[in-house]
């Protein structure tokens, strides 16, 4: 039987895997894609803790479906933003990204 021990270790990896990426690599899609990772691990700890917990109550899948609509808006303006950068300078590479620096 599949128990909460084993949603929380695919949680983990699936975090584990996503701040990998979003930590090591130097493109800026590659990063934000580490964070969704990130996000829907955190999206399975809910639904996990839900269903062995807290069974008729639907409060993990809520907080999930914001979570799910937090990504949503993060990826929109996060690819706009990237797409504006890669325009202006025709890279997304984070190390060239400097212009805040003083």
Request: glycine share 10%; charged share 10%.
């Amino acid at each position: 039987m599949i128990g909460l021990g084993h949603y929380l270790v695919v949680a983990g990896g699936l975090f584990a895997i996503g701040l990998f990426g979003a930590l090591a690599k130097r493109n800026a899609i590659a990063i934000l894609m580490g964070i969704e990772l990130m996000l829907n691990a955190v999206n399975l700890n809910f639904i996990a803790f839900n269903r062995f917990l807290a069974p008729a109550q639907v409060v993990g899948h809520v907080f999930a479906v914001c979570v799910i609509v937090v990504a949503a808006a993060e990826v929109a303006v996060g690819l706009a933003i990237v797409l504006g950068i890669y325009r202006r300078h025709l890279s997304t590479d984070v190390e060239h990204f400097d212009w805040l620096k003083w």
